[in-house]
């Protein structure tokens, strides 16, 4: 059964993006673009992506993976990717990218089967980590911490995850970010 993992990067102050769903101070960040011989590795355990519209949205026009979908590969290799959104959105030519909406728990039988025995990596948007999380879907939080804040922007987890479903496992240094990493455990039972 494959775990879904929340793998992403925020400011000190716990901003995914800015107020315009940039993700600009993370490339400007020292080791912001990527190529970190652990994140290759937790690559390669990667079965099936899922992004939220907004993230979706910004690497495609950010990267012009329109214009250029021989980018897509390159970061995502040809794995299956949800892109979870309530509006139309243009697919990059030539990727595998399954546009949803509605309940993730709707789609995670499509998703796990696709995923086979790797993990499910949520790229971003921390609602829709935690609309995993709230289904009791969500297994690992891996947060980077940048050294940057943002005064206002697209928080981490917009909602209450307390300390009685978190374990921290491991802490890390990785170049100028702090990696930290939680098990997540189900909801309560209501």
Same mark, same amino acid.
């Given at each position: 059964?494959?775990?879904?993992?929340?793998?992403?990067? %925020?400011?000190?102050?716990?901003?995914?993006?800015?107020?315009?769903?940039s993700?600009?101070?993370?490339?400007? &960040?020292?080791?912001?673009? =990527? =190529?970190?011989?652990?994140?290759?590795?937790?690559?390669?355990?990667? +079965?099936?992506?899922?992004?939220?519209?907004?993230?979706?949205? #910004?690497?495609?026009?950010?990267?012009?993976?329109?214009?250029?979908?021989?980018k #897509?590969? /390159?970061?995502?290799?040809? !794995?299956? %990717? #949800?892109?979870?959104?309530?509006?139309?959105?243009? /697919?990059?030519?030539? $990727?595998?990218?399954?546009f949803?909406?509605?309940d993730? $728990?709707?789609?995670?039988?499509?998703? !796990?089967?696709?995923?086979?025995?790797?993990?499910? #990596?949520?790229? =971003? +948007?921390?609602?829709? &980590?935690?609309?995993?999380?709230?289904?009791?879907?969500?297994?690992?939080?891996?947060?980077?911490?940048?050294?940057?804040?943002?005064?206002?922007?697209?928080?981490?987890?917009?909602?209450?995850?307390?300390?009685?479903?978190?374990?921290?496992?491991?802490?890390?240094? $990785? +170049?100028?970010?702090?990696?930290?990493?939680?098990?997540v455990?189900?909801?309560?039972?209501?």
């Amino acid at each position: 059964m494959p775990r879904v993992i929340f793998y992403t990067a %925020t400011t000190l102050n716990g901003f995914l993006a800015d107020d315009h769903d940039s993700l600009e101070w993370l490339f400007a &960040a020292p080791g912001g673009e =990527g =190529g970190d011989d652990d994140f290759q590795r937790f690559l390669s355990g990667i +079965g099936v992506l899922v992004q939220g519209s907004s993230t979706y949205r #910004w690497v495609v026009e950010h990267e012009d993976l329109v214009a250029h979908p021989d980018k #897509w590969p /390159a970061y995502y290799g040809d !794995r299956p %990717t #949800w892109v979870f959104s309530s509006r139309e959105q243009r /697919a990059v030519p030539g $990727a595998d990218i399954r546009f949803a909406s509605g309940d993730v $728990a709707a789609e995670w039988p499509a998703i !796990r089967d696709a995923a086979g025995e790797r993990d499910v #990596w949520v790229v =971003g +948007g921390g609602d829709l &980590a935690g609309q995993f999380a709230d289904a009791g879907l969500l297994d690992e939080i891996r947060v980077s911490i940048a050294p940057a804040t943002l005064p206002s922007g697209k928080p981490l987890l917009p909602r209450r995850i307390g300390a009685e479903r978190l374990t921290l496992t491991a802490v890390r240094k $990785a +170049g100028a970010f702090a990696e930290l990493t939680y098990a997540v455990g189900a909801p309560a039972a209501e």
